[in-house]
């Protein structure tokens, strides 16, 4: 994604403070469009990764969409969330890599 993009998001969402303020995915598409910019679901989230990682942007998101952390506790809400499904997914690749091997095992036996 062209910088220009990530810059603009980033112009735009570091005004978006405290969860009243959030923006949705879609609403960021579409103020990009109006730009020149045509962004999938996807793009946004890339970019939002980007901000956090790279410029260490606190940016929050839950189903009111993505804003900047106004207290300590929508950081923390946040970071809650963020381990819960970081320990779902973990569960998921452990489940999946166990039954990875149960069926390689399987096929092995059926030679």
Same mark, same amino acid.
């Given at each position: 994604? +062209?910088?220009?993009?990530?810059?603009?998001?980033?112009?735009?969402?570091?005004?978006? $403070? !405290? /969860?009243?303020?959030? =923006?949705?995915?879609?609403?960021?598409?579409?103020?990009?469009? +109006?730009? !020149?910019?045509?962004?999938?679901?996807?793009?946004?989230?890339?970019? $939002?990764?980007?901000?956090?990682?790279?410029?260490?942007?606190? =940016?929050? !998101?839950?189903?009111?969409?993505?804003?900047?952390?106004?207290?300590?506790?929508?950081?923390?809400?946040?970071?809650?969330?963020?381990? @819960?499904?970081?320990?779902?997914?973990?569960?998921?690749?452990?489940?999946?890599? @166990?039954?990875? !091997? /149960?069926? @390689?095992?399987? @096929?092995?036996? +059926?030679?």
């Amino acid at each position: 994604m +062209e910088q220009s993009a990530i810059s603009l998001i980033e112009q735009g969402i570091t005004r978006r $403070i !405290g /969860r009243r303020n959030a =923006i949705t995915n879609k609403a960021i598409q579409a103020a990009m469009k +109006e730009r !020149g910019y045509d962004l999938s679901f996807a793009d946004v989230c890339d970019a $939002i990764q980007e901000l956090r990682l790279k410029r260490k942007l606190f =940016i929050c !998101g839950d189903q009111s969409g993505y804003y900047m952390a106004e207290t300590t506790h929508e950081r923390e809400v946040w970071l809650k969330s963020l381990k @819960a499904r970081i320990d779902k997914q973990l569960l998921v690749f452990t489940t999946m890599t @166990a039954e990875h !091997g /149960r069926r @390689a095992r399987q @096929a092995q036996l +059926e030679l």
